[in-house]
């Protein structure tokens, strides 16, 4: 429609309602806007290369790791608990700085190069961050994933027929939301012990709530406006004009409720692996990691008494934090970029 | 304003009755048998054991038991009054439905939450025990952050743009993104093992005389404190900057400054009573917020809370508790709400409650 009124404009007889040859432009679609727009927010578009090489990581987290370090996430070695990261004194060796530590480290480790350093059994950090990552990273997409299809269709159908299922609904998501939903995780998990396939299955059915309610306001503003009654008017049914009228006003809803859910579901996966209750072990998540972590904070080393389990507590922690913050910032990008009246809200 | 109040408590009814349904058949739906659990010792036979699942109802249709739970109702078919007759319940045998009636004097609507299954004390005194020490570390948690968030919020928004402005706008996402539980590791770390200041759990420190020591308990809540504060500070930031920004274009504010006045007194005095407005809506639903940071930062620094209890009771499977817990985490969060839409209307005229 853009483009029609865009030459209308420019090739009218009368050449001075058209502006000038000079200012003419290309017609704007609104994705076009929206792409122009992110293209120039290097915040988002660095949020989106550090999920995006993440997510690689991750999937390729078994050749990575038979590449770096030789050993997979899970392979104990009792001999060699705790070593601290290899990273820093291999620099050192290599710089001729220090040529002792790296080589005792290695003669230790039986010749692995744990570059991050081994847990309490002896694994690898960096393989079990990276099959971590995997994981993590899967149920938070996926379980997102299910919190928008049902929020939408949800969220979609009570704020276009409103009435009887409204309030069927809206007594189920109030109901729902009125108890604090790690309260309900917690019971949940506690309860049916998840493995990843029904974590993800908790989370998503218990997340969806808010994207629901989002949906449903603007569906309600939707459908108040004059093309929805006109496609009535039409005689369109109800599934095509939600289909085809409501459901694309909701995208740029949809798409930074998205980015944001993905954050916190990281966040509460993070959380109930911490408290033991999410992904059981040995399965390595960032936030089961850091599980039991407490104890090893008070581990010192007897000679020098220098903490020692200090690199399993920092390594997951960061990685949590950024990939949350990147995926804050990714759905703060998007909602300035498809929505422009939001701006620096 | 009362008509508003009592239809709006009326409201609350169906979504306390769905709390209760919920988590009654959520509860009842685990694997496992509590009467296993709670007869675990060997010598005890297995009649006895049929004798306690059907004085507890446990034999029963989950619909018959959720009754039970619910009003302390229990119902029987035929005339088992000569079978409950020992217990101090009142019993009578309707012959006309062939039902026996009892009252066993309890019920989530009398406010009997029932009996723990591991300690065998009162629910409600379990979790009665542990509401102040909840209520102490989340209300000093969201002072600390309204007392630090607030301020922040405003004075980003009057230097829009600043260095300032960027630093608060950056710490309120990181805090948003960081993990409460990893944010208290590592506060736990630098203050409680490095630095060896501050406790690294506990409300207090126990000693035999008992005495209430204020130094020991402020030294006890510094930390979980801070690791909710930081949470609150991202929050009421990102929110009462966005508010401010609004207020300063508004034509008052001009006025004000025309007048003179100082800008600390334009920007604290007229700005931010306006823009503190708003705040009356989220600190309702904050409720919600402060009962879940309370579990893991409980559960973290050894809180003696109703998050942990919760959180343990979940663990070793005391369904009574859990679901006493989840009652009443979900008719504050229902008062939560409701007591910030009333507060909205005090402080605002412009809202009108019907």
Known sequence: MSVKQAEVSTTSPRGHIGPAKHLEREPQSYWRLALQSLRRDKLTLTAMVFILVLATLAALAPVLTDLLIGVGPNQTNPDNALAQPYLGPYLKWHLGVDIRTAPRMLRESGGVSHWLGTDQLGRDQLARLLYGGRVSLTIAFVAAFITVVLGVTIGTITGYFGGRIDDLFMWFINTMVSIPGIYLLIIVSAIFKPNPITLILFLGLLGWFDTARLIRGNVFKVRALDYVMAAQALGASATRIMLQHVLPNSIPIIIVNMAIDIGNLILVESALSFLGLGIQPPTATWGSMLDRAQNLLFLRDPVTSAPIALHLIIAPGILITLTVLALYLIGDGLRDALDPAMKNV | ?354
Request: proline residues 5%; contains cysteine; glycine residues 8%.
């Open chain 2, 1 to 354: 304003m009362s008509r508003y109040i009592i239809r709006r408590l009326l409201q609350a009814i169906p979504t306390l009755i769905g709390v209760s349904l919920i988590s009654f058949f959520l509860v009842k739906s685990a694997p496992g048998d509590p009467v296993l659990a709670m007869t675990y010792d060997p010598k005890i036979s297995q009649a006895t054991r049929e004798t306690l699942r059907r004085q507890l109802g446990l034999d029963q249709p989950l619909p018959v038991q959720y009754v039970r739970w619910l009003t302390g109702l229990v119902m029987r078919p035929g005339d088992a009054t000569a079978e409950f007759s020992d217990e101090d319940t009142g019993c009578s045998y309707v012959s006309l439905l062939n039902y026996t009636f009892c009252n066993s004097g309890g019920g989530v609507l009398r406010a009997n939450l029932g009996t723990s299954i591991t300690t065998k004390q009162p629910v409600w005194d379990r979790i009665a025990e542990r509401i102040p020490a909840t209520l102490e570390l989340t209300t000093t948690g969201l002072i600390i952050g309204l007392l630090l968030g607030i301020p922040l919020g405003v004075l980003s928004a009057v230097r829009q743009g600043s260095l300032f402005d960027n630093l608060v706008r950056f710490f309120a996402v990181v805090g948003n993104a960081v993990p409460a539980f990893w944010l208290a590791l590592l506060l736990i770390f630098l203050f409680g093992v490095y630095l060896n200041w501050l406790p690294a759990g506990g409300r207090r420190t126990v000693s035999l005389s008992d005495e209430f020591d204020l130094v020991d308990r402020l030294r006890h809540i510094t930390l979980p404190a801070m690791v909710l504060a930081v949470g609150w500070v991202a929050v009421l930031s990102r929110f009462m900057r966005a508010e401010t920004l609004e207020v300063l274009h508004t034509d008052y504010i001009r006025t004000a400054k025309a007048k003179g006045l100082l800008p600390i007194q334009v920007w604290f005095i007229h700005a931010t009573r306006n823009a503190l407005i708003p705040l009356a809506t989220i600190l309702g639903p904050a409720i919600t917020g402060l009962l879940a940071g309370a579990v893991i930062t409980e559960t973290i620094f050894a809180w003696p809370g109703m998050g942990r209890l919760t959180f343990d009771a979940a663990i070793q499977r005391d369904y009574p508790v859990v679901l006493g817990t989840v009652m009443i985490a979900s008719v504050l969060v229902i008062l939560g709400n409701l007591f910030s839409d009333i507060l909205y209307g005090l402080i605002d005229p412009r809202v009108r409650l019907l």
